[in-house]
């Protein structure tokens, strides 16, 4: 499935390792992320054109710090290293890196040595910083290239082979020239062809999964109407055609006219999904229910049996069909794995063990702007293809303490309002995510002469690139009056709309 102009990206924990690899990408070069403890072997069974060392939490002096095989400097191919990875090269190469004054944030790159890395560049540009450590003593091998007013080796290179480190961080879109400098590396340096286009890996995948599924065997695909579960199955089916067994489950918890679109559209797309109302037996499972990870477990546990009691039904189902895509991938095997687990995310990750099933995931090494990409040329409607995401347990998470018939209509009602007012407004495509939560709390409202208890609805909607970090979206006025009139005028038992602007983090996006 790999093409062969390949840079492999050497995790070393850096916030900003996928960023490397999908600007790689964005640069037409196939990457892939390995982490800084796979092996020399490793890496070299994957024939990289070139190998980009990231940043990282670190210090090189740390008694556990990641290391540098140092065997990878000596193989000919090129290696750019940034931030982390540039004190890293330096000191495996006999350098010496040391606390600096630190440096976070815009800083003025001075060029002192022309370069291939820096063509197109001026003699001084803009590029983000974020260190507290730095290259203070090259070893004979280097020479500096780049300097900044705190950071006096800020760039370097090897004198013969072709090894570069940056302290900067050339990933990011503070550093204006950093997609040209990545460029130069990929182009003029590895020698790279802009040749990464996923839509041309298509028919490659359908290949594959061809080669994989022997012609008596079946697939099984749960659908939920979410991008990467939708592709999926478009692309599992033009391989294997009927021999797919696609599974839509109404929990209950999902958006207005969700079920009947997503049913629509996958029918017009040819599957032909197994519909399973399930909505009263999730609805029932959570009655009580008011901690927020429990509620999520219930719900996954619910969907896991479910499925299993369709599958039972079907005779030669070998394959569970997955929509994981790559950072899913990379997260559950990486160098930073490890890290608090903030919210358990429903998935149905038991259940190919649990039922003896082969996993089938042909999504697995794209980014979620591939899959976009190969949704359209798959013929997957823009519609569904631009909704925001949407969590597996649904409005669940979008209520807080029990699942109540009544907060269920009150959050779902409210949401449909926030969604058509954004679109109305043009902003629906310019945010992250946008809904309506509701709790317990009340608020006294007045009704002509009458007074009346009312739930409080919070508007959560928010501006962000991968999830990981979000900040609440600086919505017009005027637009938030409107959702805010309708939302009291035309849901029943609503008394008070909030806004709620916190980041993440602090808070998560979801309220459980
Ligand atoms: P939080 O609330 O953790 O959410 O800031 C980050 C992103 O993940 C989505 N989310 C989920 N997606 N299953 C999913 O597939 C889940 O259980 C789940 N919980 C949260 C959330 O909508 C946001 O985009």
Redesign the pocket.
Request: aromatic fraction near 6%.
């Given at each position: 499935m790999r093409p062969s102009d390949i840079i492999v990206v050497v995790d070393y924990g850096g916030q900003y390792t996928h960023l490397i690899a999908r600007r790689v990408r964005q640069l037409r070069v196939y990457s892939e992320i390995v982490p800084y403890h796979a092996s020399i072997e490793r890496i070299i069974r994957l024939r990289p054109r070139g190998l980009i060392l990231s940043g990282g939490p670190r210090s090189v002096y740390d008694t556990n710090a990641p290391k540098l095989d140092k065997r990878l400097l000596e193989l000919g191919i090129p290696v750019l290293g940034i931030c982390y990875g540039h004190q890293l090269i330096a000191h495996t190469l006999g350098g010496k890196v040391d606390r600096g004054v630190g440096e976070y944030g815009k800083a003025m790159l001075r060029i002192l040595k022309k370069d291939p890395l820096f063509e197109g560049l001026d003699a001084e540009e803009t590029v983000w910083m974020s260190h507290r450590d730095q290259v203070v003593k090259l070893p004979e091998s280097l020479e500096a290239l780049a300097c900044t007013e705190n950071t006096p080796i800020a760039a370097f290179k090897h004198k013969k082979l072709p090894i570069y480190g940056v302290q900067f961080h050339i990933e990011v879109s503070h550093t204006p020239k950093g997609m040209k400098l990545l460029e130069n590396f990929l182009y003029k340096i590895c020698e790279c062809s802009p040749s990464w286009n996923p839509t041309n890996m298509i028919e490659r995948i359908v290949r594959e999964i061809r080669r994989s599924v022997r012609a008596n065997e079946k697939v099984l695909c749960a659908v939920s109407g979410?991008i990467d579960s939708t592709t999926t199955a478009v692309l599992v089916h033009r391989a294997i055609g009927d021999r797919l067994v696609t599974v839509f489950v109404n929990h209950g918890l999902m958006r207005k006219g969700e079920p009947e679109y997503v049913l629509k559209v996958l029918r017009e797309l040819g599957l032909n999904p197994i519909y399973v109302d399930a909505k009263d037996r999730f609805l029932g499972r959570l009655k009580g229910i008011a901690d927020p990870e429990e509620k999520?477990k219930v719900?996954?546990e619910e969907f896991i049996r479910v499925f299993e009691e369709v599958a039972k039904n079907i005779q030669g189902i070998k394959w569970l069909a997955q929509g994981t895509i790559y950072p899913d991938v990379i997260e559950s095997g990486s160098s930073s794995a490890g890290a608090a687990r903030?919210?358990?995310?429903?998935?149905v990750g038991a259940l190919p063990e649990k039922m003896g099933l082969k996993l089938l995931e042909p999504l697995r090494y794209f980014y979620k702007d591939e899959v976009r990409m190969i949704a359209r040329e798959l013929g997957i409607p823009e519609k569904l293809i631009r909704r925001?995401?949407?969590?597996?347990?649904g409005l669940a998470?979008r209520i807080i303490g029990e699942v109540t018939p009544e907060k269920l209509r009150i959050v779902r009602e409210a949401s449909a309002i926030v969604e058509e007012e954004l679109r109305r407004a043009g902003l629906y495509d310019d945010v992250?995510?946008a809904f309506a939560v509701v709790g317990n709390d009340t608020w006294v409202g007045v009704l002509g002469d009458e007074r009346r208890l009312g739930h409080i609805v919070i508007i959560r909607i928010?501006e962000?690139v991968e999830?990981?970090t979000?900040d609440w979206a600086r919505i017009p006025y005027e637009v938030l009056d409107r959702i805010s009139r309708r939302i009291t005028g035309e849901v029943e038992g609503v008394t008070m709309v909030a806004y709620a602007i916190s980041s993440?983090p602090p808070?998560?996006?979801?309220?459980?």
């Open positions: 979410g999520r719900i996954g903030i919210k358990s995310h429903h998935n925001h995401p949407f969590p597996g347990p998470v992250w995510q928010v962000s999830a990981m979000a993440k808070s998560t996006i979801e309220p459980c």
